[in-house]
């Protein structure tokens, strides 16, 4: 065990350089969050398909309960149960599109992971950065529980559980707990817990920060313990469940699955599920009692629970849905949780925007109009009105613009048309307009997927050390 705890410390000792100016030590808060222990008992596992590059490095790594998919490297790092995703890596050839300019790319890219430690994190290649087109890195950056890295070089850096950084080049920042950043570039930035910011510069800036004590009763993190609150507690209810499936090696689908869908082999659903047309599940999504339309996806870490999504409907990573109807091309942002009650259905109409991390939790019944933008906390009819928008009236906006506790300055319009643009973009890549033949995405292409294991020293003095591996076709 010596050997990780050896590289536990230089991990620790690099974020904590990176972050000096900071004044910010992450061991107080990272040691003993995951007992040593634990990254001996897992095997990590890596996808192959004929449409993923088939290219992994892991060199004096721990890699417990790991997924990787894609060109990746890993090395002196710890990654435990996380989602290491390259499925739209850019491939030698392409040409990047960013603002007038059209740039080749000059290499396979791949994902690289250094000196890192991350924790139940998802991370997702879809890079942005037209400076490192065929590199995209996180180096000297400790992620804690279910905290997302999308599309977001990071060096140096420390993400509270469930945060997330997406579309961000992030150096030397520490990101609070539940905080969401899309701010294109960052620096030594120390960033509250409960901070909604997405800023596109000369374009548009939303601002947004949840009351401390009300997002505490969420989730809480502090020194010497254990993510604590309703989020962590909702999840790890259900972990009996996704013990049992990562313990069996033939698995098939529990419930009916169209021939153009995909359920991920390592995804949980349970009876009295509908699976429509076109439909992408992926891995370590929790689905119950649920109807998906035609479309619609559930991406890593989501739940939904007794609900209807009427199709062509985006729940992001993290997203959990509990008790309610949304109709057609209603999009569920990042670590949102949406919670209606038996009696009390949370009903969202056509076309709206449920902003990244949004609370929804209600004892009454509530619906949301068709064509809103709602964020931060809402528990009753009061709170939608002060945290919601129709897009028509987010459009004509052309200046400041603020309501309840959230700033918005810029242009409107642009705002709602970046979110519909990326919106589009996911259903694209997730395949949800497949027509038999065309337009293929994820949905089409994972459905073959197989998966290789690979497991570390079970004792001496590498144990928990994931032997030095290439693996190519």
């Known amino acids: 065990m010596k050997a990780l705890e050896n590289l536990f410390d230089r991990i620790v000792q690099r974020v904590n350089i990176n972050l000096r100016e900071l004044e910010f030590d992450v061991n107080p808060l990272v040691k003993d969050l995951v007992p040593f222990k634990q990254l001996v008992k897992f095997y990590a596992f890596y996808g192959i398909t004929p449409h993923h590059l088939l290219d992994f490095q892991f060199k004096h790594s721990n890699l417990a309960g790991s997924y990787f998919l894609g060109k990746c490297s890993v090395t002196n790092s710890m990654l435990y149960k996380s989602d290491i995703r390259g499925d739209e890596l850019k491939k030698k050839g392409d040409v990047f599109r960013y603002q007038d300019f059209e740039i080749p790319v000059s290499a396979d890219e791949g994902i690289e992971i250094e000196d890192s430690f991350l924790i139940k994190t998802l991370v997702h290649n879809f890079s942005h950065d037209p400076e490192t087109l065929e590199k995209f890195s996180i180096n000297s950056t400790i992620s804690t529980h279910y905290a997302n890295i999308h599309g977001s070089p990071t060096d140096g850096s420390f993400l509270g559980p469930f945060s997330t950084v997406d579309l961000t080049t992030m150096n030397d920042c520490v990101i609070g707990a539940y905080s969401y950043i899309q701010a294109g570039e960052i620096n030594h930035l120390n960033i509250g817990p409960g901070t909604i910011w997405i800023r596109s510069p000369e374009n548009f800036n939303f601002f947004y920060r949840y ?263």
């Not at 319009?413 to 065309?438: C, P, T, V, W």
């Not at 497991?455 to 693996?471: C, D, H, M, S, W």
């Open 211 to 473: 009351p401390q004590q009300k997002l505490s009763h969420y989730i809480h993190f502090s020194a010497g313990q254990w993510p604590q609150g309703l989020f962590i507690d909702f999840v790890e209810d259900r972990k009996q469940a996704f013990q049992r499936i990562f313990n069996r090696v033939d698995i098939g689908p529990s419930v009916p699955v169209p021939s153009s869908a995909s359920l991920d082999r390592f995804a949980v659903i349970k009876p009295k599920t509908r699976i429509g047309e076109n439909v992408l599940v992926s891995q370590r999504a929790f689905l119950q009692n649920t109807h998906m339309g035609k479309g619609a996806n559930a991406q890593e870490h989501c739940y939904i629970i007794n609900s209807r999504l009427k199709g062509f409907n985006v729940t992001a990573h993290g997203a959990k849905i509990i008790e309610a109807d949304l109709g057609q091309n209603v999009f569920v942002g990042f670590n949102s949780f949406l919670r209606g009650r038996p009696d009390c259905r949370l009903t969202i109409g056509d076309d709206s925007i449920v902003m990244p991390h949004t609370i929804i939790d209600i004892i009454k019944p509530l619906r949301i109009p068709a064509g809103h933008m709602v964020w931060g906390l809402i528990t009753n009819g009061d709170e939608l009105e002060a945290n919601s928008i129709p897009l028509s009236a987010l459009s004509k906006i052309n200046g400041s613009f603020t309501k309840g506790n959230m700033l918005f300055e810029g242009n409107g319009n642009s705002f709602k048309a970046a979110f519909q643009e990326r919106i589009q973009h996911i259903l694209e890549a997730n395949g949800a307009f497949y027509d038999g033949s065309q337009c293929e995405g994820h949905a089409q292409k994972n459905q073959n997927i197989s998966f290789n294991m690979i497991q570390p020293y079970p004792e001496g003095k590498l144990e928990g050390v994931y032997p030095t591996i290439r693996i190519q076709p």
